[in-house]
């Protein structure tokens, strides 16, 4: 089933108030964020991530006992407590219009990794308002990298216009996209030179 990224599919919301999500008791298994301290929680998630489930399985598995914390260290820990709230609540947390994209970027990053594909068409949906002459080349990498092809064409579509290709070319984000995905700019230098 395709969704629109206008608008993702809805599922019913638990509660607003869920607290602090550093500490998150899934079939008893504790979640430790990196630098984090274990809050209290009361609510079960709504929808339990698989690559969650494949972890805590692998811990049985493996003989480990479940009352044993699952470390994960690959992202900040606001990150991780955005991840938790919307596996609890379907929604995002509030956040400052001036963090919004560089949390939504993480959070994508994220979704990929624990195939949340709604937070991740959320995600995506959110970074195409972000894209500027500052962001567009970080934005692109990531959408590269994570496959998100509506995003990418927003980026290409902003990049199709010569001014801000130029603009973004003196960046130290062109850059980075040139290190990371050298395809990509010599599909962008490309496309203008058809132009």
Same mark, same amino acid.
């Given at each position: 089933? *395709?969704? +629109?990224?206008?608008?993702?599919? $809805? ?17 008893? %298994? ?24 494949? @972890? ?37 947390? @509030?956040?400052?219009?001036? !963090? !919004?994209?560089?949390? %939504? ?18 995600? !995506?949906?959110? *970074? ?5 002459? &500052? ?12 496959? %998100?092809?509506? *995003?990418? +064409? $927003? ?8 001014? =801000? ?7 130290? &984000?062109?850059?980075?996209? =040139?290190?990371? %995905?050298?395809?990509?700019?010599? !599909? *962008? ?7």
């Amino acid at each position: 089933m *395709l969704y +629109s990224l206008s608008r993702p599919p $809805a599922r019913p919301r638990l509660t607003r108030s869920v607290g602090p999500f550093f500490f998150f008791l899934l079939f008893r %298994c504790p979640f430790h964020a990196r630098n984090s301290s274990p809050p209290q929680l009361t609510r079960a998630p709504a929808a339990v991530p698989a690559v969650f489930r494949a @972890e805590l399985f692998a811990a049985i598995k493996e003989g480990r006992s479940t009352n044993d914390p699952v470390r994960i260290d690959a992202m900040e820990p606001q990150v991780f407590k955005a991840l938790l709230c919307f596996v609890y609540t379907d929604s995002l947390t @509030e956040m400052k219009q001036e !963090e !919004e994209a560089t949390m %939504c970027q993480h959070l994508l990053v994220a979704a990929d990794t624990y195939d949340m594909e709604r937070l991740k068409l959320i995600c !995506e949906h959110k *970074l195409c308002k972000h894209i500027d002459v &500052g962001t567009v080349a970080n934005i692109l990498a990531i959408a590269e990298a994570h496959r %998100c092809h509506v *995003l990418r +064409s $927003a980026c290409f579509a902003f990049l199709g216009r010569k001014a =801000n290709l130029t603009a973004v070319m003196d960046s130290d &984000g062109f850059e980075h996209l =040139n290190a990371s %995905c050298p395809s990509l700019v010599k !599909e *962008l230098l490309a496309m203008h030179s058809m132009t």
